[in-house]
């Protein structure tokens, strides 16, 4: 019951997956946005009592980590999509100027799937007279041409996503009373983390139990491995 239910959620529509791939970069930023956030506002509240100097490190960090993400992701995916945009080119010439060649590799490419010779072939020459260029980018490079990833949506989704994830610990840290502010913070990561690990392991349909569990102990060991090297620095210095 399970396999069929599952099969039944698999996404078919076109887009589905673009969409999918979307929601689990925001968890995942939102995700880093709060684990690295946490660990800072917690390494600086184990070298001091006073507020200040947490929140500054803990802005300081936010807006450091958000452009740093969207600037990564920025580059991650103008390169993707050059490199995409290359191979597409290279595909449409070589169909201006092969086309036999082309359409004989296509219907080889649908034979290796497991397509008879000539039902291949058919296949091959339907989906040429179509769009041959949208057909060999599928079988081919597994890209479509019509859904290019798109360099600025990934960096403001992973901007904001990481924002979104650093304000809850530097908010519980700000705004609790000092002497539970570090206890409670822990206890607020951990259950993001929980809710960001459920998502994830949601959007992928596998389990949760397992990545939920791996998530909090993630972040409850980079929180205790900062708080513990904020509190000897703090010490030494
Ligand atoms: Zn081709």
């Not at 403001?156 to 610990?169: C, E, M, R, T």
């Not at 206890?183 to 959007?203: D, E, I, K, P, Q």
């Amino acid at each position: 019951m399970d396999a069929e239910l599952l099969d039944h959620q698999e996404p078919h529509k076109p887009g589905t997956a673009a969409r999918l791939n979307w929601l689990r970069a925001g968890v995942l930023g939102a995700n880093d946005g709060i684990v690295s956030t946490a660990g800072i506002v917690i390494g600086v509240a184990g070298a001091t009592s006073q507020t200040a100097p947490i929140v500054t490190a803990g802005v300081a960090g936010l807006a450091a980590g958000a452009m740093s993400m969207a600037v990564g992701e920025y580059v991650s995916v103008s390169s993707q999509r050059d490199s995409e945009r290359a191979l597409l080119s290279k595909e449409r010439r070589e169909l201006r100027e092969t086309p036999e060649q082309e359409l004989a590799e296509l219907a080889g490419l649908y034979a290796a799937k497991g397509l008879t010779r000539e039902v291949a072939q058919s296949v091959a020459e339907q989906l040429t007279a179509v769009d041959a260029l949208a057909a060999h980018a599928e079988v081919e490079l597994g890209i479509n041409p019509d859904e290019l990833a798109h360099p600025g949506h990934a960096a403001w989704a992973s901007f904001l996503s990481f924002v979104v994830g650093a304000l809850l610990p530097l908010l519980a840290i700000s705004l609790l009373p000092v002497s539970v502010r570090v206890a409670l913070t822990v206890f607020a990561v951990a259950l993001a983390l929980m809710l960001t690990g459920l998502l994830s392991a949601r959007l992928g349909q596998s389990p949760w139990r397992r990545p939920v569990l791996r998530n909090v102990l993630g972040g409850a060991l980079a929180m205790a491995v900062t708080y513990a090297i904020g509190t000897v620095v703090g010490h030494a210095v």
